[in-house]
């Protein structure tokens, strides 16, 4: 039985590095079709294997190991392939999968962060709450530097700043665009 077990696992584990390989020929554009047949074999394979009893505490272990193994390599091939998909990657001229660079762009306009800091320091005035005209230098950085956070956290869109008075308080919404 337990021979059975440990060639059991080493067929799992050939089978493992065997399907990588065949990924890795895919993602290197060697091969043309995503190897989805080999995959689902593996997968029934390892199904199986967890329900089956395991006697040896080593070689429960290291079926624990494979089967980590293999779903942290589904999820990156998974990933890999809506990354393609979606565009965040492409493939050069050699089929080799690549990372798509993403043009940085400015999250917000300077015109727009000038408006909001004018229009932040207005507000405060009507609020009472003063302001001064040698304020508008750090509420433009604050403005921008929270601009950069807001667009790396919404994928890279556009921030928009529209300030109000909400129960006589001035308030800076950001809306992403």
Not at 10 to 39: C, T, W
Not at 44 to 55: D, E, H, M, N, Q
Not at 91 to 104: F, K, P, S, Y
Not at 157 to 168: A, L, P
Request: aromatic share 6%; charged share 35%.
């Amino acid at each position: 039985m337990a021979d059975e077990s440990k060639e059991m696992l080493d067929r799992l584990e050939a089978d493992l590095v065997a399907l990588k390989h065949e990924y890795d020929l895919f993602f290197n554009g060697k091969r043309r079709a995503e190897p989805m047949k080999e995959r689902k074999e593996l997968e029934t394979k390892l199904l199986v294997g967890s329900r089956r009893a395991i006697v040896g505490n080593a070689d429960q272990l290291r079926f624990n190991n494979l089967s980590g193994r293999y779903w942290t390599y589904a999820n990156l091939w998974t990933r890999t392939l809506r990354d393609l998909e979606e565009g965040r990657m492409h493939r050069d001229i050699g089929g080799n999968v690549r990372r798509t660079l993403v043009e940085r762009t400015e999250p917000v306009e300077r015109e727009q962060i000038d408006r909001a800091a004018d229009a932040l320091l207005e507000a405060r005035r009507s609020c009472g709450l003063g302001g001064e005209p040698s304020d508008i230098p750090s509420l433009r950085d604050t403005l921008y530097a929270r601009a950069l956070e807001i667009s790396a956290s919404g994928g890279g869109k556009k921030v928009e700043f529209v300030v109000s008075v909400e129960g006589g308080k001035p308030k800076v919404k950001a809306v992403l665009r």
